[in-house]
């Protein structure tokens, strides 16, 4: 294997590892809000409040796989 492919394959492993936590940890999320606003309704706007940030948080750590991963990609 060429330096090319390595590099490749580094920046394709950084964003599919590095997207596998956040898309989990999101649906972790929703499922819990589900839960919470089915046994507790009348609590849907502090639910999806904190739901809200914690998905905004979980998905920041994808971007910055992304921004890793693109960042892998231009090394020369």
């Known amino acids: ?3 090319e492919a390595i590099k490749m394959l ?3 492993l950084a964003i599919g590892l590095g997207a596998l936590g956040p898309g989990i940890g999101i649906g972790i999320l929703g499922y819990g809000a589900m839960q919470g606003l089915a046994r507790n309704p009348e ?3 502090a639910i999806m409040t904190n739901m809200l940030i914690a998905i905004a948080m979980a998905e920041a750590i994808g971007i910055y796989a992304l921004i890793v991963a693109i960042i892998l990609a231009m090394i020369a």
């Open 1 to 3: 294997m060429d330096a």
């Open 10 to 12: 580094a920046a394709g």
């Open 43 to 45: 609590a849907r706007g």
